[in-house]
């Protein structure tokens, strides 16, 4: 009952203060409440279009705006946070806030749901699909030509391909259907997790990376987080005795987590490590 | 008394139990290995592959296995004989879940990172907190129910500790390792490990192990052991310091394993003739088995993410210990 009340209370709040210009082209406020579509949003909005975006982009590990986003306000993506942002349009991510993005859109705040690609087409599908709701398609052609001209670079050819497998705290690897996965292909490299029958993003005991055979190691670049049992498999006395049997590449995560722009910067060190000597 | 088996046997066949234990759980892993080759390779001090997981993952996780389960074997049953109570286990009174807090805060403040024996450390004075705060809120021989109701007051605070000090970490995968810390696992350890748990396990045990007679003295009344010539006093700290010893590197190197200190020397109790000094070899040797067979479980079930090591142990540690307590409640 009180909660029925509450829903009413808002929808009223909503109806009479502010949603009415969501229908607007390009909307004046919007919210992001995903590391991923913090991003695109910082990227390709004007500066007075961003209201909030989520604490994750301003925590410099995992972000390449972090620098950027200093001065907008946080959100944690409580809809009671973004409510309080009065937004125009919320950006959310398919599997990330859902219990506020189902509340949100009770109340008739417009929430557009960006998805986790795992393809470069998927990429660009979803950089647009950010461009077009916050009013910047252009900006976004512009974002996706200049990608497209990046990953476009030659890539080695080399035979047998190298064999190489992702490495990330806790054992989690980058299986087939990944965007990972699409990227190491694309640079000329075999993924042997998906050889071991991963999902997307499935766990992989060390015992079993280490005895597939692999000749690249692709762990997250910066290793100096706060301790943690996850990270302890990253620094496993194995991996210093594997000496030269094994090589290993470091990409910090930030770089292909999510699908900006930075992918290509991730790509170029694929590239290169596919073309080095084993 | 039903007459028990012969004490010596016995130890002998429990110690094989857990050599045969020993080398399934490094014969069985996620990926096979020619283990013979591996250890020839080893052993002409050729780093192939084989040698390498050999030397580094398997065997540590065997050892570690050992190592922890007979720690906690050998700690339910001197708590067992101290408190005078069969449901005295490490876990059930929240002596593993004060280690495991005690890690916590040596681990996640970064402590551990520079100097590695902060985190037994911390296990160490974690559960010799918890042993010295049970015995005086519940030792001589108390009431059952004050002991359990002790331990789960100590258990619920430690494990709220736990999860707070970790969701006050900067430590974006906090939420998963509540469950390292609360449930254990043995998975991706390493020598290191080993190298720094093992003299602190060894000397735990030794202590304990020297109160083998004044706990048999000791099952006749404190009064009968002082007229015995045992120093109860010093028995009782030799114990309380051993079983921190014992218990807090373990827990700090694996997490906290439940149940292992209960099952285990419930079931040898009848065999070592209800001696509580008896038992406390047996117990460790059991514990070592029951530790091992569990890890080597949760690799073959084939469930991944793996389970955690303390799923498979209360999973046959909890109804054991209903059963305890039914059989507890006909006989009074």
Redesign the interface.
């Known amino acids: 009952m009180a909660e029925r009340f509450l829903a009413f209370v808002l929808a009223a709040a909503c109806l009479g203060l502010w949603c009415g210009s969501a229908a607007a082209a390009a909307p004046a406020r919007v919210v992001s409440i995903n590391l991923c579509t913090d991003e695109l949003l910082v990227q390709l909005a004007d500066p007075a279009q961003v209201a909030s975006v989520s604490w994750l982009s301003a925590a410099s590990a995992g972000s390449n705006v972090a620098d950027r986003v200093m001065d907008v306000p946080q959100n944690h993506g409580f809809a009671e946070e973004v409510v309080a942002a009065r937004p125009d349009l919320v950006l959310a991510g398919r599997y990330t806030a859902r219990a506020a993005v189902s509340v949100l859109r009770r109340i008739g705040v417009p929430v557009v749901d960006a998805d986790a690609p795992g393809t470069l087409d998927q990429v660009k599908a979803e950089i647009r699909r950010v461009a077009d709701a916050i009013g910047h398609g252009d900006r976004g052609d512009a974002m996706i030509a200049e990608l497209e001209r990046r990953m476009s670079r030659p890539t080695p050819v080399r035979t047998p391909k190298l064999r190489a497998a992702v490495l990330r ?3 989690f690897t980058a299986g087939p259907g990944s965007l990972s996965d699409e990227l190491m292909r694309r640079a000329g490299l075999v993924n042997v997790a998906a050889e071991l029958k991963l999902d997307t993003y ?2 992989l ?4 990376i ?4 692999v000749d690249l190691l692709i762990v997250d670049g910066d290793r100096a ?9 990253l620094s ?3 991996l210093a ?3 030269d ?1 094994v090589r290993v590449v470091k990409i910090p995560p930030r770089l292909w987590t999510c699908y900006g722009p930075s992918i290509a910067d991730a790509y170029d060190i694929l590239v290169d490590a596919a073309g080095s000597a084993p | 008394m039903s007459p028990s088996p012969p004490y010596a046997p016995l130890a002998g066949a429990l110690a094989a139990l857990v050599l045969v234990a020993f080398v399934a759980s490094v014969r069985i ?3 096979t ?1 020619d283990v013979g080759g591996a250890l020839a390779d080893l052993l002409a001090g050729r ?1 192939s ?2 040698a ?2 050999l030397m ?3 065997l540590p996780r065997a050892i570690i296995g050992a190592l922890v389960g007979f720690s906690l074997g050998l700690a339910g049953a001197a708590m067992q004989g101290l408190l005078r109570n069969p449901l005295a286990d490490a876990g059930v009174i929240g002596v593993s879940g004060a280690a495991a807090f005690g890690a916590v805060m040596a ?4 402590l ?2 520079s100097f590695g024996l902060a985190l037994p450390t911390g296990g160490i004075l974690g559960a010799g907190v918890a042993v010295a705060l049970l015995y005086a809120l519940a030792g001589r021989g108390s009431a059952t129910m004050t002991l359990i109701l002790a331990g789960v007051a100590i258990s619920s605070l430690a494990g709220a500790l736990t999860a707070l000090a970790l969701n006050l ?6 939420a ?2 509540v469950m ?1 810390w609360l449930m254990g696992s043995l ?2 350890r ?3 490990h080993v190298q720094f748990a093992a003299p602190l396990l060894i000397a735990g045990w030794l202590m304990i192990l020297v109160c083998g007679p004044a706990l048999d003295a000791l099952s006749l009344g404190e009064d009968t052991a002082t007229s015995l010539g045992f120093h109860m006093a010093r028995v009782r700290l030799l114990l309380i310091v051993g079983t921190a010893l014992a218990v807090g590197p373990a827990v700090a190197v694996t997490g906290a394993i439940g149940f292992v200190g209960l099952v285990v020397p419930h079931l040898l109790r009848p065999l070592v003739g209800g001696r509580p000094g008896r038992l406390l070899l047996v117990s460790g040797l059991g514990g070592a088995a029951l530790v091992l067979a569990a890890d080597i479980a949760v690799r073959v079930v084939g469930v ?3 389970l955690k090591l303390g799923v498979v142990t209360a999973l046959i540690g909890a109804p054991f210990f209903l059963l305890l307590l039914w059989r507890l409640r006909r006989e009074a």
């Open positions: 705290p806790n054992g499935g766990q005991p060390l015992e079993t280490i005895l597939a055979g987080g706060p301790p943690a049992i996850a990270t302890e498999v496993h006395p194995i005795k594997l000496g049997r | 892993g996620y990926a290995i780093t592959l084989g390498l997981v580094e993952l398997r681990f996640y403040s970064g551990s990172a970490s900067p430590n974006p995968y906090a998963t390792e390292f998975a991706d390493s020598m290191t991944r993410p793996e």
